[in-house]
C-alpha cells in the first residue's frame, strides 16, 4: 500500500497525511508538542513580534541562498551581515561538496508526528537556526524530535545554530541524553490529555522537573 502524502498549510501551521482513497488524517507538528515547554507570557508581544518576524526572515533568506534562488540585490540591510556570516560558517560544507537538505518537512510513520528541519548535512548533523541564544530546556527536545525524523540516515549530531544580528555563527551541541524521553513524554500527553486529569497532573509535575533541571 502507498505511504501517504504529507500535507502542510502555513495558515493555522496544520500538517496532515492524504491517502490514496482520499481520506485525511491531521498530525501534530513538533512545535504543537513542544508548546507546554514554552512560556512567552512575560514578554512584551510587540517585541515578540518583531523578534519572531526578524527570525523568519533571516532563515528565508539562508534557505533561499542554499537553494540558489535568493535575489541578493533585494535583500534588506539588516539581514546582509547575517547572511555573510551563514556564508562563511557554511563554506567548509561547500568546499566538500556535501550533501545537503533544506527546510525539508517529514513525517514519523509510527509516532504520527511532523515537522521541518532548517538544515540537514547528511551524514554529519542536524541544524536549527537560531536568532537567539540557545535555550537548554526546549532546544534539546525539539532537535531530539527532528532527529526521529531521519531514521534513515546514519547517526547525526544535533545543533542549534546561533545567528546574531552581526553575522557571528555560533553550532551549539543540543544532545541531552534525556532529550528524546521528554519529547515521548509531551507526545503522549498531546495524544491523550483530553482523557484523563490525573495524567494531566503527572504530566505537569513531569515538566516543571524538567525546566528544573
Not at 167 to 188: E, I, M, S, T
Amino acid at each position: 500500500m502507498p505511504s501517504p502524502v504529507l500535507k502542510f498549510k502555513t495558515e493555522g501551521h496544520r500538517y496532515w497525511l492524504e491517502y490514496e482513497d482520499g481520506t485525511t488524517e491531521d498530525i501534530p507538528s513538533v512545535s504543537d508538542i513542544l508548546r507546554p515547554l514554552e512560556n512567552y507570557s512575560m514578554v512584551n508581544p510587540a517585541l515578540l513580534a518583531r523578534a519572531c518576524e526578524y527570525g523568519t526572515n533571516v532563515h528565508k533568506a539562508i534557505e533561499l541562498w542554499l537553494k540558489g534562488a535568493l535575489d541578493e540585490d533585494t535583500l534588506d540591510d539588516g539581514l546582509k551581515k547575517p547572511l555573510a556570516g551563514f556564508k562563511a560558517w557554511f563554506r567548509p560544507y561547500t568546499m566538500s561538496n556535501a550533501q545537503f537538505e533544506v527546510e525539508e518537512r517529514r513525517y514519523h510513520p509510527k509516532l504520527m508526528y511532523a515537522g521541518m528541519v532548517d538544515l540537514v548535512i547528511r551524514d554529519d548533523a542536524i541544524f536549527d537556526f537560531k536568532t537567539r541564544r540557545f535555550n537548554p530546556i526546549v532546544d534539546p527536545v525539539r532537535l531530539a524530535a527532528y532527529k526521529g525524523l531521519y531514521p534513515d540516515f546514519p547517526p547525526l549530531k544535533t545543533n542549534v545554530l546561533e545567528i546574531d544580528i552581526e553575522g557571528n555563527c555560533k553550532p551549539v551541541n543540543a544532545y541531552h541524553v534525556q532529550a528524546w524521553g521528554v519529547f515521548r513524554k509531551l507526545l503522549d500527553f498531546y495524544n491523550f490529555k483530553k482523557r484523563n486529569v490525573e495524567k494531566k497532573l503527572e504530566f505537569e509535575k513531569f515538566i516543571e522537573n524538567w525546566k528544573g533541571k
